[in-house]
C-alpha cells in the first residue's frame, strides 16, 4: 500500500482518457447500493466506493492482527498522511491547522466547547452573542443551546429567505443579524430585573457554507468579510457538505475554524471528517471533548488519539484520493459533472411538474432543491416525513422532502425535494422519481388523506 | 416501538432464540458439544501467527464470527443508509443494550449507554461534575479523590475538567505488590481523610474495578461502602477490564457510574463500552450533540451524529459466542483466571521470582516480578525490554517499573530488589507454549548477562 503513495497523492495525476474509470467500473464499484433503490440522498449518507472499502478492510485486519504493533508503529504515521493530504486539498498553510474527526458534529463541540469556557472564565461577557443561520442543521443549534445558551450567551438566528433569487437575498440578512447583534443585547439579565443595555459583542458567527435543509450554497467569503470588518471575534463555518461538491479554500475562505465531511461526497466510509483550525491564540483552547494522554498536545494530536478506537476511516483519505484521481478533472470534474447532471435532472423534474427550483443554479452544488406539485398537499414537517416514507417503501426512491412553510395559496409550492447527484447515479434514478410522483397525483394522494 | 426481542440478522446460528436477552446470564443447553480447540483456533485466525499474544488487556481480542456480524451491519447501511438509519439503527442498539443489561444486573435498560470507550465515558462523568461547580454549588476545598495509577486519561480528564474550574485532587497510593484487600482499605481511607481536610467535601470518588498497569483488582464494594458512610457525594467506577473478565452486578456495587470496554474482554471490535449511570435523570449529557439532547444519556449516546455504530450491534452476537463455551462467558472467566494464576505461577517460579497480588486479587491478567537482574530501573528501561521482546521475540507482553519504597516490604529475589514485571493475560485464543516463550527469552537474557539498558533501543 505504500509504494503508491509516493508523489501523487497531493496533484491530480495527469492521466490520458484510455485509462479513466469507465461506467462499468463505477458501477461495480458502487455494486453494495441496493439496486433497487433511486439514490437520491446522497447528502445525508454520502456513499463509499467498494475500492475504499478494501482499504478500509486492510487497516481493520492490520490492526486486530497484531494491535501493540499497530499502535506504536503504524497509526500516527498514517494519520499524518492523511492529514497532509487534506491540508493540500484546502489549501491550509500548515498540517497543524487540520485535525481528522469523526464527523461535522464532533468537530461542533470542539469550537462550542471552547467558546464555553470563554463564557464561563469571562473571556466572553454574559450576553455576548453568537450568530447563527436559521437554517443551520439542527444538531448545530442543540449543540449552542448545550455549550452557549447554557453558558449565558445569547443566540442570533438569521433568517433567511426561502426560495432564494440571488446570494444578495443573504447579505442583506446577515448584514442585518449582525447590526442587531452590536446593538442592545438580546439576552441580559432579564431574571434579575437588570436589562442589559451596554454594547454587547457578537463573538462568534457559525455559517453553513451548504445549508442542508433546505440546501444553498452560502457565499461565505463574503460574511467571511463581514464578520472581519464588524469586530466578530471568531468565525466558524460548518461545510459539513462541501469537500467534494464545492470548491475549499482555506485562504480564501479566511474563516478561524472550518469543518468538513469526507463521507458525504469524498467518497470516505463512514466515518471522518477534518477540523480546520487556523493557527492564532483561540486555537490553542480548542479541545477534543474525549480527552486522552495527549490531552494539550494541540487539538490535532489529541483528536489523533480519543481512546481506544476504529480509526480506519480516518486512515483511507489516500484511498479515496486514488479513487477520484481515477476520473477525469478529478475531484474538481466530479464535481462540475456532478452539478450539471443534477441541475439538468432538476430543471426536467420542474417542466414535468410545472413548478421551480428552490434556488438559481450557481447557488447548488451536487443538489439542488426542485419544487413538488402543491396538489401533493405538503403542509407541515410530517407530511413532508409522510410522503418520503412512502417514496421509499412503495416506490423505491429515496429523496429528502423540505416543508417551507404554510403558502399564500393553494397553487403555491409547499415543499422541495433535495435531489442529488453522484457518480453513481443514472438518468433512470430521476425519471423513476418523476414517474412516482406522477403516479402520486394521479391517484390522488394528498398527504394529509393518507 | 419495534421490540428489541426483533432478530433480523442472519449471522445467529442457534435460531430464533437468541434474542431473548437471558442468554447472558443461562449457559443455553444445547445438543451441540462446547467449541473445539481447532475452532477456537479458526476463530482468532487472523491474529498474527507466531506471536505470544500475552497483552489482551491493552487492545483486546475479536473473533471471526463476529467480525462477520459487524461486517454484515455495516453492509446493511450501505446498501441503503436512510432506511438503517430510519428503520434498523434504534431497535438494534437497543436489543445491545438490553443485552448488556442483563450481563451487569442493571435494574433498567434506560440506566444503560453504549459509548467509544472508558475514555469517553470519564468525559461524560467529569463535564458533569465541572457543570455541578459552573453552578457554585462547591467549596474551594472540596476533592476529587482517585488511586494514584489510574489510567492516564483519567487523569487528563480531570486536569481538563476539575482542575479549571478549582477542584483538587487527592491521589491514593495503590500499594504494590499487594498482599490483601485490607492493605487496599486502608489506604483508600487515608485518602477520604485526606479529601475532607479543611471542610471540605468530596465531591467524586474514582475507583478502578481492575486497575490497569499495575493491574489489580480492587474490593469495590468495600471501598463504595466506605465513601457512602464518608458522605462522598458521587462515585465513579472505572471498570474497563472487568466485562468478561469477573462478574459485574452494578446494583451489588452501588456506584453512581459504572463503565466497562465491551472490546477488552468480551471479544467485540473496536470498540465500544457500557456506561451505567444510576440515576437515570438527564443530568449526564453525551459532549457531541446532535438532535437528540436532552432526551437521556442512552438516546443522545445512539446517535452522535454520522459514524459506523456496527460494533454497537453486535452484542447479541457476542452472546452467540460466548455460549459456544462450556459455561458461557462465566466458564470462560473462570478457566483465563485459573489459566492466567498457573501460568503466573510457572513463570515466577522459574525466575525466582513473586506474583504482584495474591492469585484472588487477579482476575485474567496477573503481574509476574522479573528477575532484578534484568535491571529495570524506570519506565524508560521497561518499554525497552517490551520492544525487544516484541521485535526480538514476537512476544507482546507490557512491562511495569514499580520503584521501591525503601522499607522492609520491598520484594526481593536471590539477587537483589525486584522493580520490574510483566502483565501477562489469558484468553481463550492463549496456549501453554505462549508462557513458556516468555519464561525462555527472560531466562535467555539472564545467560547472556543482559541488563534493560543495554538492549537496543526501538
Not at chain 1, 407541515?380 to 417514496?391: E, M, N, P, V, Y
Not at chain 2, 462547591?138 to 476539575?162: L, P
Not at chain 2, 440515576?279 to 439532547?293: A, G, T
Request: net charge negative; glycine share 6%; with cysteine.
Amino acid at each position: 500500500m505504500a509504494d503508491q503513495h509516493q508523489n501523487g497523492d497531493t496533484h491530480l495525476s495527469k492521466r490520458t482518457k484510455l485509462s479513466y474509470i469507465t461506467d462499468e467500473e463505477i458501477e461495480a464499484e458502487f455494486s453494495h447500493h441496493d439496486p433497487e433503490v433511486a439514490r437520491l440522498n446522497n447528502g445525508a449518507f454520502g456513499c463509499c466506493p467498494a475500492s475504499v472499502l478494501a482499504a478500509q478492510r486492510q487497516w481493520q485486519l492490520k490492526n486486530l492482527r497484531q494491535p501493540d504493533h499497530f499502535y506504536f508503529n503504524d497509526l500516527k504515521s498514517n494519520l499524518l498522511r492523511s492529514r497532509s493530504i487534506i491540508k493540500e486539498l484546502v489549501n491550509a498553510e500548515h498540517v497543524d491547522e487540520i485535525s481528522l474527526v469523526d464527523n461535522a458534529s464532533t468537530a461542533t463541540a470542539i469550537v462550542l466547547q471552547q467558546a464555553s469556557w470563554a463564557f464561563h472564565d469571562g473571556t466572553f461577557g454574559k450576553g455576548d452573542a453568537v450568530l447563527v443561520l436559521h437554517h443551520a442543521y439542527g444538531a448545530v443549534k442543540k449543540a449552542l443551546e448545550a455549550y452557549v445558551a447554557r453558558a449565558g450567551g445569547a443566540i442570533i438566528e438569521v433568517p433567511l429567505p426561502f426560495p432564494l433569487t440571488s446570494e444578495n437575498d443573504v447579505v442583506r440578512e446577515f448584514r442585518k443579524a449582525v447590526e442587531i447583534g452590536k446593538s442592545e443585547s438580546q439576552g441580559g439579565d432579564e431574571e434579575n430585573g437588570t436589562a442589559n443595555r451596554t454594547r454587547n459583542r457578537i463573538r462568534l458567527a457559525v455559517i453553513d457554507h451548504v445549508t442542508s435543509m433546505p440546501s444553498v450554497v452560502i457565499p461565505v467569503k463574503e460574511l467571511v468579510s463581514i464578520c472581519r470588518e464588524e469586530g466578530v471575534d471568531q468565525v466558524f463555518v460548518d461545510a459539513a457538505h462541501a469537500i467534494g461538491c464545492t470548491r475549499v479554500d482555506m485562504q480564501e475562505i479566511g474563516a478561524d475554524f472550518y469543518t468538513s465531511n469526507l463521507h458525504k461526497w469524498f467518497f470516505c466510509p463512514p466515518s471522518v471528517a477534518f477540523l480546520y483550525a487556523r493557527r492564532s491564540s483561540k486555537s490553542r483552547d480548542l479541545h477534543h471533548p474525549v480527552v486522552s494522554h495527549e490531552y494539550g498536545n494541540g487539538i490535532a494530536v489529541e483528536s489523533s488519539w480519543a481512546g481506544n478506537r476504529d480509526y480506519s476511516a480516518q486512515l483511507v483519505v489516500p484511498a479515496a484520493v486514488d479513487f477520484v484521481n481515477r476520473f477525469e478533472g478529478g475531484i474538481e470534474g466530479i464535481r462540475k459533472r456532478n452539478h450539471d447532471v443534477v441541475v439538468e435532472m432538476g430543471n426536467m423534474l420542474v417542466e414535468a411538474w410545472g413548478t421551480h427550483l428552490g434556488c438559481p443554479p450557481h447557488m447548488s452544488a451536487s443538489m439542488v432543491m426542485v419544487g413538488l406539485p402543491p396538489s401533493l398537499g405538503i403542509s407541515s414537517d410530517s407530511d413532508a416525513l409522510k410522503l418520503r416514507t412512502r417514496l421509499r417503501d412503495h416506490f423505491g426512491v429515496e429523496v429528502p422532502i423540505f416543508f417551507r412553510g404554510p403558502a399564500d395559496d393553494h397553487r403555491s409550492v409547499t415543499a422541495y425535494a433535495r435531489i442529488s447527484r453522484q457518480v453513481y447515479n443514472k438518468v433512470a434514478d430521476y425519471y423513476k422519481f418523476r414517474d412516482a410522483v406522477n403516479q402520486l397525483l394521479q391517484d390522488g394522494f394528498t398527504s394529509t388523506a393518507s | 416501538m419495534t421490540s428489541y426481542m426483533e432478530n433480523d440478522t442472519d449471522t445467529h446460528r442457534n435460531g430464533a432464540a437468541d434474542s431473548n436477552h437471558h442468554t447472558a446470564k443461562k449457559p443455553k443447553l444445547t445438543t451441540l458439544l462446547p467449541i473445539s480447540e481447532p475452532l477456537i483456533h479458526e476463530e482468532f485466525s487472523h491474529h498474527q501467527p507466531g506471536v505470544a499474544r500475552l497483552n489482551n488487556g491493552s487492545f483486546g481480542s475479536c473473533p471471526r464470527s463476529v467480525l462477520a456480524a459487524q461486517s454484515a451491519w455495516q453492509l446493511r447501511f450501505l446498501q441503503q443508509p436512510d432506511d438503517f438509519f430510519f428503520n434498523k439503527l434504534s431497535p438494534a442498539i437497543l436489543r445491545s443494550r438490553a443485552a448488556v443489561r442483563d450481563i451487569i444486573n442493571a435494574e433498567h435498560v434506560d440506566h444503560v449507554s453504549l459509548v467509544d470507550n472508558a475514555t469517553t465515558a470519564a468525559a461524560i462523568v467529569l463535564q458533569q461534575l465541572s457543570r455541578r461547580a459552573a453552578l457554585g454549588h462547591f467549596n474551594r476545598n472540596d476533592t476529587v479523590v482517585m488511586f494514584h495509577c489510574a489510567y492516564q486519561a483519567v487523569k487528563k480528564s480531570i486536569e481538563a475538567y476539575v482542575t479549571p474550574i478549582g477542584g483538587s485532587v487527592v491521589e491514593v497510593q495503590l500499594p504494590f505488590p499487594v498482599r490483601s484487600d485490607d492493605e487496599i482499605v486502608s489506604e483508600f481511607k487515608k485518602g477520604l481523610e485526606k479529601g475532607k481536610l479543611n471542610g471540605g467535601k468530596v465531591r467524586l470518588a474514582i475507583i478502578d474495578h481492575i486497575t490497569s498497569m499495575p493491574s489489580v483488582v480492587i474490593p469495590v464494594r468495600q471501598l463504595i461502602k466506605i465513601c457512602r458512610e464518608q458522605g462522598v457525594e458521587q462515585i465513579f467506577v472505572d471498570g474497563a477490564h472487568a466485562i468478561g473478565s469477573l462478574r459485574i452486578d452494578v446494583k451489588e456495587i452501588g456506584a453512581d457510574f459504572y463503565v466497562s470496554n465491551l472490546y477488552k474482554w468480551f471479544f467485540s471490535p473496536p470498540s465500544v463500552a457500557v456506561l451505567y449511570c444510576k440515576d437515570n435523570s438527564k443530568n449526564v449529557h453525551h459532549p457531541v450533540v446532535s438532535q437528540e439532547y436532552g432526551k437521556g444519556l442512552p438516546v443522545e449516546s445512539a446517535w452522535v451524529g454520522m459514524r459506523d455504530y456496527s460494533s454497537h450491534l453486535v452484542v447479541p452476537s457476542i452472546l452467540e459466542f460466548v455460549n459456544r463455551f462450556e459455561g458461557g462467558i462465566e466458564g470462560i472467566m473462570k478457566r483465563n483466571h485459573d489459566g492466567v494464576v498457573k501460568m503466573g505461577t510457572m513463570l515466577k517460579e522459574s525466575w525466582g521470582t513473586i506474583l504482584g497480588s495474591p492469585p484472588e486479587m487477579c482476575a485474567s491478567m496477573i503481574m509476574v516480578g522479573l528477575p532484578s537482574r534484568l535491571c529495570v530501573m524506570g519506565d524508560d528501561d521497561a518499554l525497552r525490554l517490551r520492544s525487544y521482546l516484541r521485535v526480538y521475540h514476537a512476544i507482546e507482553v507490557p512491562v511495569y517499573y514499580q520503584a521501591l519504597r525503601n522499607d522492609d516490604r520491598d520484594p526481593r529475589d536471590k539477587d537483589g530488589f525486584i522493580t520490574g514485571y510483566v502483565r501477562i493475560s489469558h484468553q481463550v485464543y492463549n496456549t501453554i507454549d505462549d508462557y513458556h516463550r516468555l519464561k525462555t527469552a527472560v531466562n535467555q537474557l539472564l545467560e547472556d548477562g543482559k541488563v534493560c539498558s543495554g538492549l537496543p533501543k526501538e
